[in-house]
């Protein structure tokens, strides 16, 4: 079992920024990998981005490229997600997910096996 809670959502404007954390417990991390995906209203989840707790390496979609980074604490097991540039596109409940990090496919939601209550983020324009 791992357990996941997020914090840090709020209201911020356009072209300013957000930290969002998932603090983990549970499990050894190293054998997971981290997700944040997110759902606006009368949206599916959507990907925004990975990391692979154990090498580090991280992937995003191609919407937040450049904007966010997913980074880790190791010794806090927390993992972030700083996301500059904010864009009212960008409103929605965002959810830390963690996966067994052999399991593939993991832009899709569906195969993830933990969950966060999720946090909301609101941009103004």
């Known amino acids: 079992q791992v357990q996941l809670v997020e914090s840090g959502g709020g209201l911020a404007q356009a072209g300013g920024s957000l930290r969002l954390s998932c603090a983990a417990s549970?499990?050894?991390?190293?054998?997971?990998?981290m997700a944040w995906f997110r759902q606006a209203p009368g949206k599916g989840r959507e990907f925004v981005a990975a990391?692979?707790?154990?090498?580090?390496?991280?992937n995003y979609a191609d919407s937040v490229k450049g904007r966010f980074t997913i980074s880790r604490d190791n010794a806090k097991r927390i993992v972030y997600l700083q996301m500059n540039s904010l864009k009212p596109e960008d409103t929605a409940v965002y959810y830390c997910?963690?996966?067994?990090?052999?399991?593939?496919?993991?832009?899709?939601?569906?195969?993830?096996?933990?969950w966060g209550q999720g946090t909301q983020v609101t941009v103004s324009s």
């Open positions: 549970g499990r050894t991390l190293s054998d997971y990998r």
């Open positions: 997910a963690a996966v067994p990090r052999s399991r593939p496919n993991f832009r899709y939601s569906d195969i993830y096996d933990y």
């Open positions: 990391l692979n707790w154990s090498t580090g390496s991280t």
